[in-house]
């Protein structure tokens, strides 16, 4: 048992070490080639908002596509209110004299939705935006010139946290940071296994020749994100082309956003497991495994720590009756410099935790963010990993069961 113990210990950290390591490499080895490119023209991009139930966001999420820094012309901005019970409907409408196209249909969820929007937009290039998001105006221009490119597909903006306030809010904000920085990072490697649904752009084309959004999926940003790899074409990140969206609020909505997500993520794994294979390349030998190991490694640690937890105050309970409950034990501590922990089950957590932080602060940096992010970072390093660890167990729970998994809006 002691042997197992120390084997999934120092697999863990080793594994999280290299990991992390080998993508600080890879996103240094390009760092030069970050600038993006300038457009040589302006294709007709088409901007579907996907809208239920959103009459407190939808207005600043259409005046930043207003905003955007790009000829007014070759902007067609759609808004598709899917059956919402509110004034969403009628806030829509006043943009239709400022040229917004407006539909109304029964709900019937968000990928079938913008497959509404795909059949009635006349873009070159088509994306959607999300009604509780909003995007920065030089974001498109970042983003368009990569489409010149002939295998290139799809390009993915930089997806952030928008003032997060609270402990649950801060741990979103940077878990997107950090997904910034391994985004690119994958991008480099040839393999973006999701494509953030906020103002991500693809080229109508693959739509019109593969079909359009999986309805049947609960992430289909992932499984188009994988659709795109499986036909060998190229997915693009644009770490400065900046996008917020609003944080989920209330620990029970963030569970079951993150099992929306960690099952979909199972299934299209499930689905497209044939790409894990040597011709996908980085993507199939390197990208989807570790995707999977980190998964079941994070669940090992976590019910390896909840059980020495569990062991560890149950003995201290036994110690405290055999003193009497003496509380003033509590307070008696002498420090010794001698018995400091140097061993490696030490040292190698620190510096996977410090080499986390890096990549924070790059990612800061390199996305150009300004928000605060200490004390996000401070939250997302103590708490984020026990709600990774449960999420991904219950989904997987789920898998196993075979029971649905619903996501609050339809």
Avoid at 377 to 391: E, H, P, R
Wanted: glycine letters at 6%; charged letters at 20%; hydrophobic letters at 45%.
């Amino acid at each position: 048992m002691l042997i197992m113990k120390e084997i999934l210990i120092y697999t863990l950290c080793y594994f999280g070490l290299f990991s992390s390591t080998l993508l600080m490499i890879v996103f240094f080895q390009n760092i030069r080639t970050l600038k993006h490119p300038k457009p040589k023209y302006f294709p007709k991009v088409s901007i579907i908002v996907p809208a239920f139930n959103e009459e407190r966001s939808l207005r600043k999420t259409v005046e930043s596509l207003f905003s955007l820094d790009y000829p007014k012309e070759l902007l067609e901005i759609m808004i598709i209110d899917d059956g919402s019970r509110d004034d969403t409907l009628k806030i829509a409408k006043t943009y239709e004299s400022k040229g917004v196209k407006v539909f109304t249909k029964k709900n019937t969820g968000k990928a079938d939705t913008l497959n509404y929007g795909l059949a009635r937009c006349s873009g070159e290039i088509v994306g959607a935006l999300d009604a509780d998001s909003f995007v920065r105006p030089d974001a498109l221009k970042k983003m368009i010139a990569y489409f010149e490119q002939k295998r290139v597909m799809c390009v993915v903006p930089s997806v952030k946290i928008w003032q997060p306030k609270g402990i649950l809010s801060r741990i979103q904000a940077a878990e997107f940071l950090s997904a910034l920085f391994i985004r690119k990072s994958f991008s480099y490697l040839g393999g973006v296994p999701i494509t953030p649904g906020p103002f991500t752009l693809y080229k109508r084309w693959f739509f019109d020749t593969y079909g359009g959004y999986n309805t049947e999926t609960l992430t289909e940003d992932i499984e188009i994100a994988l659709r795109i790899e499986s036909k060998k074409f190229v997915i693009e990140s644009v770490i400065d082309a900046n996008v917020y969206t609003d944080p989920v609020h209330g620990l029970k909505k963030v569970y079951t956003q993150r099992l929306r997500w960690f099952k979909g993520f199972i299934d299209n794994i499930i689905a497209y497991r044939f790409m894990i294979k040597p011709s996908y390349g980085n993507l199939g030998m390197f990208i989807l495994p570790i995707s999977i190991i980190s998964i079941i490694l994070g669940i090992g640690a976590f019910s390896y720590s909840m059980a020495r937890l569990g062991s560890t105050f149950a003995q201290n309970l036994v110690n405290w009756y055999l003193i009497g409950f003496d509380i003033s034990t509590w307070f008696q501590y002498d420090f010794d410099t001698f018995f400091i922990n140097t061993g490696p089950l030490l040292i190698i957590p620190l510096i996977a935790i410090a080499i986390a932080v890096v990549i924070l602060l790059f990612a800061r940096e390199y996305s150009k963010e300004k928000q605060p992010w200490a004390l996000s970072a401070l939250s997302f390093f103590m708490i984020y990993w026990m709600i990774y660890s449960v999420c991904w167990a219950s989904a997987i729970a789920h898998r196993v069961a075979k029971r649905t998994v619903y996501w609050g809006k339809q």
